[in-house]
């Protein structure tokens, strides 16, 4: 049997379109984010996240952990309750607050794929967000151990690895793929195809946190179609998938590629 190929493609995820408008609700964090996300001094998290044992809060965690400069998230002469849009400009950033991290229509975005459609009182017109491995403004600078938004190292304190032992940072497109899951930043590329008896053993690297689906054709002028299950793979960061196609080996020549099952 000859294997032509393989072909790889991957699809775009649809983004949801919020709004840009400059006037919004949530000033600051004690505006209403605590009361999802906890007070920032306190190690709540709505992703059960474990904070540092000697930073065990989200604020000690910015400021000393991601080694955070205080004016990217406060105003000269006000060090409490962080700033969502603005704070005090240092010689290496403009005065971005929360957002100059956690890219806002990003974050928007993130708010309402998962059901907290609050942000689309006034934000009803957005653009969409910077893909997942733009980085943010103050990713990379002089005031931040932040500088990957792909987190493509499973390292702890380093890219956005700030939190205990998980390796996934935030959602910087709003489309529910973290880090190297997110097409824009993760690896997606066939490895081999091999057949075992009448079998077809396909691996392909990617990414923990994808679903996919394996298409095939006998001819490349036809539409490809797709076989076998949608595989959710697992873990976190790049991976080696695998799978059986039974009776894969028998009849014609065939071409293969994977393609994102959002």
């Not at 103050?138 to 931040?144: N, V």
């Not at 695998?242 to 009776?247: H, K, L, Q, S, T």
């Amino acid at each position: 049997m000859t294997l032509k190929g393989p072909w790889m493609v991957f699809a775009v995820a649809s983004i949801l379109l919020l709004s840009a408008n400059l006037s919004f609700a949530f000033e600051r964090y004690n505006d209403g984010c605590q009361e999802c996300h906890g007070a920032f001094n306190d190690a709540s998290s709505t992703k059960n996240s474990v904070f540092p044992p000697d930073n065990n809060n989200k604020h000690d965690m910015h400021r000393y952990t991601m080694g955070t400069e205080c004016d990217l998230c406060h105003k000269s002469g006000d060090q409490k309750n962080p700033y969502i849009r603005q704070s005090t400009p240092t010689a290496y950033n403009a005065g971005w607050g929360c957002i100059g991290c956690h890219e806002e229509y990003g974050l928007r975005a993130h708010h309402a794929v998962n059901g907290i459609p609050d942000c689309l009182e006034c934000h009803d017109t957005d653009g969409p967000p910077p893909a997942e491995g733009v980085n943010p403004p103050y990713y990379g600078t002089a005031d931040t151990l932040v500088d990957n938004a792909c987190n493509d190292v499973l390292a702890s304190n380093t890219n956005e690895n700030w939190t205990v032992g998980d390796f996934i940072g935030t959602d910087n497109d709003g489309d529910n793929l973290y880090d190297l899951a997110d097409y824009s930043c993760g690896p997606l590329r066939m490895v081999d195809a091999v057949p075992e008896g009448n079998n077809l053993r396909i691996r392909w690297e990617t990414a923990g946190g994808r679903t996919e689906r394996i298409q095939a054709t006998s001819v490349l002028i036809n539409s490809f179609s797709d076989i076998g299950s949608t595989y959710t793979i697992p873990g976190v960061g790049i991976v080696t998938q695998e799978v059986v196609i039974a009776n894969g080996a028998l009849g014609s020549a065939g071409y293969y590629k994977v393609r994102s099952n959002p």
